[in-house]
């Protein structure tokens, strides 16, 4: 009997696991590891001690990001802060190392040092949930650790099945080959870095252990992971070109973001540290858009008006829910603005203080309102009324379709 060997030791379950044994269920074993390369997540289901199972277990949103990174040639997901971003890189890396032999896969990050931490900190973790994934690696010992090495800023896995998995910085990459590539905190690469550093290493197709190349597999992936950041960035336009192609191949393609509401439903993120953020005098409205909204902020390349100098503007404090009795301007009259939205749209409301002056006029707005999809005539035009007593406007300004909802506004508008 020819018994297959680890380490000079027979490989058991109950009974020898032989050369017949797996030519008999080849079949098996091909459809198992079929299923678990689309679903990575089962395998770690698979794996993972029971006992470890009842504290920790992996959450539906990270199920999705770790399919997505064995299924799609490019994937970005924006995502807040303390959203597992990391966790599910790291372990999409390791997972595509072990399942698919010969794979040569880097993480690239902005940040020297940091990066080599974080990812030390991962693979412990991992080990710890999942104990058998440290079996995977080589048995080259470094620095005490079975097929791990690393430097200041150079961090590398080696696998048993010829797959290694490199976390670098990013301006210490050029000269990599790889097969795949996960870029942390896309935001921060430039377009220099990216077209000319990072790019051309993904140059390498993975060959299976026959020497041949599978047809299905996707090839040269690149991953991007990041926070929102600003709409200027060169990374924005990746991400705006991984989502418009996402729609059009959807088989290669793969977008993705989520605001603070997942992680925090999930129990990933503490509730109380973000109320804290959000009522902190010391964060402003677009940094807390960004980090835990997920939405980036600014312009883009081709806007008119720059955000920015819109918002060093916006100096009024407090609005005003009704007109001034005693105005220190005598001749200050008021502007109501409606944007109408019909059906199911919003209506947008602006009311606009005039402050004539002798050759000038000086405009503030002093409130605005949205009317998220109510009726046009049973609930707008009620509002719009009442915000017309309590102002007495000069002019109501209208952007509206429909006689019948202006009849119904101007019929007994004054009552």
């Known amino acids: 009997m020819n018994e297959v060997l680890r380490d000079g030791i027979p490989i058991q379950k109950g009974v020898a696991l032989t050369k017949k044994f797996l030519d008999e269920n080849q079949d098996l074993m091909t459809k198992y590891l079929n299923m678990w390369i689309l679903y ?130 990013k301006d210490t990459s050029r000269g990599l080959r790889a097969t795949s590539a996960i870029i942390e905190e896309a935001m921060t690469v430039d377009e220099t870095a990216y077209n000319e550093v990072l790019l051309p290493q993904l140059n390498v197709p993975r060959r299976c252990a026959d020497g041949s190349l599978n047809p299905e597999e996707p090839v040269s992936s690149q991953i991007f992971i990041t926070t929102a950041r600003e709409r200027t960035l060169f990374m924005y336009q990746k991400l705006i070109e991984v989502t418009v192609n996402a729609v059009l191949e959807p088989d290669s393609y793969f977008s993705m973001g989520m605001s603070y509401e997942v992680p925090l439903y999930y129990g990933v993120l503490n509730k109380q540290m973000l109320m804290d953020q959000r009522d902190s005098s010391t964060m402003s409205d677009e940094s807390f858009l960004r980090e835990s909204m997920s939405v980036y902020t600014g312009n883009n390349a081709e806007a008119w008006l720059d955000s920015k100098r819109l918002n060093k503007r916006r100096t009024l404090l407090n609005c005003e829910r009704k007109a001034l009795e005693n105005p220190s301007n005598p001749n200050t009259f008021y502007i109501v603005s409606c944007d109408i939205g019909r059906y199911s749209a919003n209506t947008a409301i602006m009311v606009i203080k005039v402050l004539p002056g002798k050759d000038s006029f000086k405009k503030k707005v002093v409130y605005t309102e949205v009317i998220h999809g109510a009726n046009y005539i049973t609930d707008q035009a009620p509002r719009i009324k009442k915000l017309i007593q309590l102002y007495q406007p000069r002019e109501v300004v209208i952007d509206g379709n429909g006689r019948d909802f202006l009849a119904h506004l101007t019929s007994n508008c004054l009552d």
């Open 40 to 169: 990575p997540d089962a395998l770690l289901d698979e794996i993972q001690d029971s006992e470890d199972a009842k504290h920790f277990s992996l959450k539906p949103y990270q199920r999705v990001i770790l399919r997505s990174y064995m299924r799609y040639r490019y994937t970005f997901v924006t995502a807040t802060r303390a959203a597992s971003k990391s966790f599910c890189a790291y372990l999409g890396a390791y997972l595509k190392c072990m399942l698919l032999p010969h794979s040569s896969i880097f993480i690239a990050s902005d940040i020297k040092g940091t990066v080599i931490k974080t990812a030390e900190a991962k693979f412990e973790e991992f080990f710890r949930h999942w104990p058998m994934l440290r079996n995977e690696l080589s048995s080259r010992e470094e620095g005490g650790k079975s097929g791990q090495k690393s430097s200041n800023n150079y961090y590398e896995l080696n696998f048993k099945n010829g797959s290694k998995l490199v976390v670098v910085a």
